[in-house]
Structures are given as C-alpha cells and as structure tokens.
C-alpha cells in the first residue's frame, strides 16, 4: 500500500507536515479551551481537527480576502458539532481574532455549538443531520452549471450517515455526476451514545458509497501524508462523486477521553481544562472528576 | 401566457432563475428543452430538492421548486424551515394541487395543513392566487421578493380580471357592511359567486381576496371588521392555523373582537372525489356557502 501511495503521491516535505502538527496542535489548544464553561463537543472536534487543518491549508483556495468570491473552494460541516474545529482552525488561519474564541456561548457573540453564517468562513448553518449534503450539492451543482471549477467539499459525520437525507442527496449526486463534490466522512466510530457499529452498523462503508456512484479513498485522517495523497487526486474520477472515509479517532490527542462514549459532549471545570492541555502535549495524563455527559 | 410561459419568460431574461423540480412537471413540461442549463430535475426527494435550492440561492440564483404541495411542505418541513427559513434564502417554493384540487388523490394528497406550517417559519411569505390570472399577475413580484415564498398553484381559469398585485396588499370587492367574506386561493370562485347570490337576496357583501396571508393586509381585515356585522373565512384548509387563525390573532392584538363565522375543514380530511363532487360533498359550492351565511347572519 505505501509503494503506491509513494507512487501515485504528491509528497509534502517534512517541515510541510511539522507545519500542520504544529498547527493541528493549536487548534486542539482552542477546542480543549472550548471544553468548559458550558461546553463543547470536544470528541468530535478532536477527530476532525486535522481534517480541518489539512483542507484549508493545502486543498481549498479559500482565503480571508476571497470569502464572497463565487469562484472560492467551500466547505461544509454537516454534522456541524464539531465546530470548534472549524473555530480553532479559523484562528490558525488568522480569520478569527483568538480572543474571540472566549465569546463561546455568550450572547455578545455567535460563537455556540453549531455553526452559523455570522462568522465569516463558516459556509451554512448546520445542526439538523443529513442536511448540507443537498445543501452542497446544490452549490456543486450550481458552480458547474456556471463553468466554474470550484471543489466542494463536505465533513459528514459517521454517525450522521444514519440519516436518510445523505443516501437520498447521493442518488441524486450521481444522477448529475458531480464530480466537483468531495465528501470526507469524519470515520471516528462513534455516534452520541456508543459505537456505530453497536447500533446501526455502517461497515462495509466504502461499498456503500461504491453502490451509490461514488469513488471511494480510505485514509488515516490523522496522517497528513495520507490526506495529501487522497485529495490531491481529487476528483478520483471524471463524473463521480469523489468520497474519502477518513478514519479518526474521537477525542483524538487526549488518551484520557480518546474513544470513550461518554465524552462525546464535555464540560469540564477549570484545572480539568489546563489538566488537558498539560495532557495534550505529553506531560501528565489528566484526572478527571466531571461527570460524564450525553446530551442526547 | 401561462405558468409555463411566464417560467420561460422569466428565465431566459434573467440567468439567476433556475427551475426545479422533484419529478412533477405537470406545470412545467415542455421547459426542459426550452432552458436547458435552468432546469434541474432531482428526482422524487422532496427534501433534496430543497436542500439544494437553498445551496443555489447561496450562489445568488433564485431557486423555483416544485412539488405536490402536501409532500413539498411535509417530507421536506424540515428542510424548508432549516435551510431556507434560518438561511432566509429567496427560494420559492411551489405547491401543486394544494387543498381541495388534489381532488380524488385521497388524504395522503391533501395539502390542507400547508399554510399553518409555512405561515410558522419566520421569513417566509405566502402568495395564494385565486386564479390563474391573479398567479400570473403575482408572480414576477413574488419571485423576485428577497424572501423565502410558498406559493399555492392554482390555475383555475378567473371569474374576474384582477387587479395590480402588491405583496401584503388585498384586493377587495364591494364596500358591503353586513357581510365580509374573506378568502385567499382556489374558493375566491366560489366565494365571488357566493356574494352574488347573496346580494340577490339583498345583503351588503365585501369579498376581500387575501392574496397572501402572511403578510396579511392588516388593514383590509381590521376594516373589515370595524364595518361589518359578520366576517366569513372561507378556506380549504384546516380550521387549525390557517385563515380563521390569523384573524383571531389580529384581532386579539388590536384589542379587537368581531363576529366571526369560519367555513374551513373542521379537524378532518375530506371526501376523495373529482374536483366538483368534493365541493358539493363537502358543502364548499357558492350556493351552499351562501346558504351557510345566511343562516348564521339570520340565527
């Protein structure tokens, strides 16, 4: 698998991927921040991080300067909790002042637990599952029927594939060959309560969107190489629906809630907070003594 | 000119429109081959179409769905509310054979709870025509209002030929003061009717024609019921959360009060039968609406 990813690959040098660790470091730092004082969906932001800090660092043309551009690359967050991500990720770029990011939950601001088209980066409002995938192919749509190249992508959630909406959007994704939209499931296993594969199991996965039309990668979505090797072959193929199942891991950076069902959505207390940023880089693993949560 | 003429027309000169629909094309089938890269059929998937409108709207296009109007609301509720209604986008949403034209289909077609729902999406603006000549003439400003539009299709051929369209602004005909019926939709010709028959018999009757109930002429329906003894709400719709609810909200919130008489469907679907018979069935025809009236206004 390695020689022919090397073949096939457009390499990143080493100090490229330090970059985006360093990076992806960062944004951890800010969801872990978002953590307490009411809360986050800390796990699912963990598992897209690197997802979001790949995408706007290396795959889409968006700038801070070309936000209104019709002829910008999008992004949509469909499952839409794991914003923070997207947050995080926006400070990196430096889209988004990092003081603002303690606005979280207040209402002087628009910083809450899904996102909303009053921060500028943010594409559509998400929160309801299985809805920006129509959403965005329809931009999809649109951008071709403009002639314009744009790519489009959308992070589902894996869990969130439970929804019918997404395998409806999908048929008709195909029917239209859009072959600008790329779709990156966000493969972290879980859904709220407990694995996916315990309640509606979803594998074999890549055959499921196979049957739909679709072109299919698997990757580490964790691994930088990896993500540059899938996506700089995007569109996979010419008049399908590109689809990568990154697999990820929730809560990923912080063995002491990494895969753990009952930290899906956290809040914790102050020195729990600066417990996990000690943990995130290596120093002590922290201890937790906030009840474990689930919002649904 | 037609639906389908004014569509072509609309859209060959302006490039924003873009015409969508969910398999029905009963009212639009010869555009595909008239405005090819305009035209997007999705399939039966109400709630993608919908989703996808909203997507084009992102883009500045002015999305045109079409639907039975009872899936369209429904299937895709959610859709309407979330992604057009929250991203306030100009998508304009057409019902088909909305109320009673979904005559002989049975309940599962009856879009009778339609105009609760969307008049409950903040935003969004409702335009029913009571003909085709009062679609027409709505239509250009509705499609090119900034807001999210539900529009009841209804291309019965016109008793009368109406006048200028305004958004929120009511036609009204006859100054009557014993009677004010109020309608919007498929029963204006009936309701026209009704008031003739009744103004053989001697009554002062004013027909308001509610173009779209949200945003209701405010003005016309509190005038109304300043002048007149009774008000009438004549509608195909459930009794619940249409026309005879936005009355009883406008007068409560200007201190109000009016006799008021509602003919609408009273918490049940009703009878399947072609177009005709459901009227009669259902005690809808300009006779028995005026007999209904008289009744009350007499009792």
């Given amino acids: ?296 | 000119m037609n639906y389908e003429d004014l569509l072509h027309q609309l859209a060959t000169n302006d490039q924003r429109y873009i015409i969508i629909t969910a398999e029905n094309r009963a009212a639009i089938r010869t555009l595909p081959s008239k405005i090819e890269n305009q035209f997007l059929d999705t399939g039966i998937t109400e709630q993608t179409m919908v989703g996808v409108a909203a997507g084009m709207a992102l883009r500045d296009r002015i999305p045109i769905v079409h639907a039975l109007a009872t899936f369209l609301t429904m299937r895709a509720f959610e859709f309407i509310r979330t992604d057009v209604g929250i991203g306030n986008l100009p998508v304009k949403i057409v019902g088909a054979v909305p109320g009673f034209l979904s005559d002989a289909n049975g309940p599962t077609h009856q879009a009778i709870e339609d105009i609760s729902l969307m008049r409950g999406i903040p935003n969004m603006k409702i335009f029913c025509p009571a003909d085709e000549d009062d679609m027409l003439k709505g239509l250009p400003k509705v499609f090119t209002d900034e807001s999210p539009f539900y529009i009841r299709y209804n291309n019965q051929k016109p008793l009368v030929e109406h006048e200028d369209f305004k958004i929120g602004k009511a036609e009204i005909f006859g100054d009557g003061k014993d009677i004010a019926i109020l309608t919007y939709g498929f029963l204006f010709n009936q309701a026209y009717q009704a008031k003739e028959l009744l103004e053989d018999k001697g009554y002062n009757v004013r027909l308001i024609n509610l173009r779209t109930p949200k945003p209701i002429d405010e003005d016309a329906v509190l005038n109304a019921a300043n002048d007149c003894k009774l008000l009438v709400t004549l509608e195909d719709h459930f009794i619940t959360g249409g026309l005879f609810s936005i009355l009883s909200e406008l007068l409560l919130k200007n201190k109000q009060t009016a006799d008021v008489f509602p003919i609408a469907l009273m918490d049940k679907w009703f009878k399947p039968a072609l177009l005709n018979d459901v009227l009669e069935y259902e005690g809808f025809t300009a006779k028995q609406i005026a007999d209904k009236i008289e009744i009350r206004i007499k009792s």
């Fill in chain 1, 1 to 296: 698998m390695n020689t022919s990813r090397r073949e096939n690959s457009k390499t990143m040098t080493k100090d490229e991927i330090k970059k985006l660790q360093d990076q992806a470091l960062r944004v951890r730092e800010h969801i872990i921040r978002m953590s307490g004082n009411g809360g986050c969906f800390i796990g699912a932001s963990l598992s897209c991080a690197d997802l979001t800090v790949y995408l706007y660092n290396k795959f889409l043309n968006t700038t801070k300067d070309n936000l209104q551009d019709p002829n910008r690359d999008y992004l949509f967050l469909s499952k839409g909790h794991d914003v923070p991500a997207l947050y995080g990720t926006f400070v990196e770029l430096g889209w988004m002042e990092k003081d603002r990011l303690k606005n979280h939950l207040k209402t002087n601001d628009n910083i809450y637990w899904h996102p909303n088209r009053n921060i500028p980066g943010i594409e559509f409002h998400s929160g309801s599952l299985g809805h920006l995938l129509s959403v965005s192919l329809g931009v999809a749509i649109d951008c071709k029927l403009q002639k314009q190249t744009n790519k489009v992508v959308t992070i589902v959630g894996d869990g969130e594939l439970n929804e019918g909406s997404n395998w409806e959007a999908l048929l008709v994704a195909s029917a239209h060959k859009v072959d600008n939209l790329c779709i990156v499931v966000d493969r972290n296993a879980f859904q709220a309560n407990m694995p996916t594969e315990d309640l509606i199991p979803l594998e074999p996965l890549e055959k499921k969107f196979e049957a739909f039309g679709c072109s299919v990668k698997r990757i580490n979505g964790h691994d930088f190489e990896e993500m540059e090797n899938a996506f700089s072959s995007f569109p996979f193929d010419k008049n399908n629906v590109s689809v990568i199942i990154a697999d990820t891991i929730r809560g990923k950076g912080l063995p002491s809630i990494e895969k753990r069902a009952d930290r899906w959505f956290v809040n914790f207390k102050d020195e729990e907070v600066e417990a996990l940023l000690k943990e995130l880089h290596g120093v002590a693993k922290a201890e937790l003594t906030s009840e474990t949560l689930t919002v649904r």
